[in-house]
């Protein structure tokens, strides 16, 4: 039997089309997430939900690894843009992700107020970006040009317990540790991943530009399963 793939994702509105795709569905509740099983092209694929936040992703990702020992697997959903040339409908591909939410302030007496723009991100030894895997990585630019809603582009996401709105706030993370768009969950996936020696990567399609004004749509959501699903699918065939 083969080992299964997994696909996670925080919120339904990211997971029902590729809840959909699956064949034999099963729900199950593990410790209190959502998992459902199935096959795609007769291949083992579990979609599971991440919840929201670093802390339910790590959990629910201790959880699914330990209880289908999978393959690999594939963190996708909705992202921030942190540029302005990355456009709703575009993709991220995860070559790393590095918190966001770890930073260290300098010191200020009472009175002195508060520089944010003054903080060390993931100023911490043991915070540093952690990669995606190599082979993964590799196959996905190949499937990439199957893609048609958008960029597909490879870079940097940083990801945390945030939800950046500021546009002046977003420019200085982009300039201090280059990331491109944001989310709340993949650092958590990729550092639980990358201790239990499971293979990773990330899809997030950029759902937000406040940079340019454009909010949150959930909408975007359907199309990181639609690249996810395309990739998972090639993967099984190719295999």
């Not at 996905?140 to 582009?153: E, M, N, P, S, T």
């Amino acid at each position: 039997m083969n080992k299964p793939i997994l696909i996670g994702a925080a919120v339904e509105t990211e997971l029902e089309f590729l809840i959909n795709k699956l064949e034999n569905v099963v729900k199950r509740k593990i410790d209190d997430y959502d998992f459902w099983e199935g096959m795609i092209n007769s291949f083992p694929v579990v979609v599971y939900k991440t919840e929201v936040g670093t802390i339910n992703a790590t959990m629910s990702t201790v959880i699914a690894i330990k209880e289908y020992n999978p393959m690999f697997i594939v963190n996708e959903g909705t992202a921030g843009s942190h540029i302005n040339t990355l456009l709703p409908g575009d993709i991220v591909i995860g070559k790393e992700i590095i918190a966001i939410d770890s930073y260290k302030s300098n010191n200020r007496k009472l009175g002195e107020g508060s520089n944010p723009f003054e903080w060390s991100i993931a100023g911490f030894s043991n915070e540093k970006a952690i990669e995606c895997d190599k082979e993964l990585l590799n196959f996905a630019l190949k499937i990439k040009k199957f893609y048609h809603d958008g960029k597909v582009c490879v870079a940097r996401i940083g990801s945390g317990n945030v939800f950046n709105k500021e546009a002046d706030r977003i420019k200085n993370l982009y300039e201090k540790v280059n990331t491109v768009c944001e989310e709340m969950e993949g650092i958590g996936v990729y550092k639980v991943c990358n201790r239990l020696n499971v293979p990773v990567i990330s899809f997030r399609v950029i759902s937000n530009n406040e940079i340019l004004g454009m909010r949150y749509d959930v909408s975007y959501g359907k199309k990181s399963q639609i690249f996810s699903y395309e990739f998972v699918k090639r993967y099984i065939e190719d295999k």
